[in-house]
């Protein structure tokens, strides 16, 4: 098996310069702390240098096992991890119990992990909150600076990069979800390049959604605008395959066109937003996004793709976004049927069809009777 040396990056402002792929800690659950130290031990072998985890990964868990492996060699990386905590007192006891966990006395860049609403944004930003916390720990050498992570819509993330300094985000970054959330390539990532604020990218294979297809998954992320792609690598040979792809470089852009035209996952019915269909119509197929990442096209699969998509469909739980967008938009539905019979879509999706589904998410109907 090839051994290939990782491209490294400066991220953002940070004055740190990392490995484009980094080591997700979530996934490091599923197996041994033998294992973990076999993953890591090829990690670093790879040149990688950006390893994540979260307080909140088997409750230190994760935290623990990545101590384990990385004693001795802590040096060799850049760490992160991640609190859930939304109060100063919270974050401090998280922060000190993650130096514990992973055996060192600082942690570049601690997060606000998983925020998913405003009013967490508000607390978090408030008189003592947890920004205060971390604000005192950078100051102490405890952190290098600070990041930020959600699974909602990007309106978050935009308002969080106003309104904390940031060192970081971690947001979601691949071909499936890029079709119905463009807003992360187009407003997140301007601005945070704007205010020097680095890029980790979770979720290059749609939480495996995109199994079929690991190293054009990887690529097309890998040129989607993110510093770093964090990768839930739980074996070796995981590491070596998706080493192997990023040493290759991001796609290019007739890469990227055949990518999107080919993607199995893709198939017949996920709207490549190819600009064929109405602005209107191409709302609805990304609110239908929304709701369930256009996983459920009741067209047959084998049962283990079937299994996956009934798993992974409602992961982010942003059906009540879209119902309320989707109720906001006004839409004349008899007209936007009457242009979806008319589209000859190039990707061979019946358009009308699937309008037909996209609307029924929407309003909540049951879809096992059309
Ligand atoms: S023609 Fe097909 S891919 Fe293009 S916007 Fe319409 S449904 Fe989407």
Redesign the pocket.
């Known amino acids: 098996m090839t051994r290939q040396t990782l491209p490294q990056i400066a991220l953002g402002a940070t004055g740190l310069t990392v490995s484009r792929l980094g080591l997700g800690g979530f996934h490091q659950l599923e197996i041994s702390s033998e294992v973990v130290t076999q993953v890591v031990d090829a990690f670093l072998e790879v040149g990688g240098t950006y390893i994540e985890t979260a307080r909140g990964y088997g409750n230190g868990a994760s935290e623990q096992k990545l101590g384990r492996a990385l004693a001795g060699r802590r040096d060799r990386v850049v760490l992160a991890s991640k609190s859930g905590a939304r109060d100063g007192d919270g974050m401090r006891r998280d922060l000190e119990s993650s130096l514990k966990a992973l055996q060192t006395e600082h942690i570049e860049l601690y997060f606000f992990h998983g925020v998913n609403t405003l009013e967490e944004l508000d607390a978090i930003t408030g008189k003592g909150g947890a920004m205060e916390a971390l604000l005192r720990a950078q100051e102490e050498g405890l952190i290098r600076g600070m990041g930020f992570s959600s699974h909602r819509p990007p309106e978050l993330y935009l308002e969080a990069i106003r309104r904390i300094p940031l060192s970081v985000i971690l947001i979601w970054d691949n071909y499936l979800e890029e079709l119905y959330v463009p807003e992360i390539q187009q407003q997140v990532y301007p601005l945070a390049r704007d205010r020097g604020v680095g890029i980790t990218a979770m979720k290059p294979l749609a939480d495996g959604f995109l199994y079929r297809s690991p190293e054009p998954a990887l690529r097309y992320a890998l040129g989607s605008g993110s510093d770093v792609l964090i990768c839930g690598m739980n074996a070796v040979e995981h590491v070596y395959e998706a080493a192997g792809a990023i040493a290759k470089g991001p796609a290019d852009a007739d890469e990227r066109h055949a990518i999107l035209r080919d993607a199995p996952e893709l198939g017949t019915y996920?709207?490549?937003?190819?600009?064929?269909?109405s602005e209107a119509?191409?709302t609805l197929?990304r609110l239908e996004g929304y709701v369930d990442r256009q996983m459920i096209d009741f067209l047959p699969h084998d049962p283990a793709d079937y299994a996956l998509r009934l798993r992974l469909a409602h992961w982010f739980d942003l059906t009540g976004v879209a119902q309320q967008r989707f109720a906001e938009a006004g839409w004349d539905e008899a007209s936007l049927m009457a242009e979806?019979r008319g589209?000859?879509?190039?990707?061979g999706?019946d358009?009308a069809r699937?309008a037909k589904f996209a609307l029924a998410k929407l309003r909540a109907e049951q879809l096992n009777t059309l």
């Open positions: 996920v709207c490549r937003q190819c600009g064929g269909c119509l191409r197929f979806a589209v000859g879509c190039p990707y999706i358009v699937k």
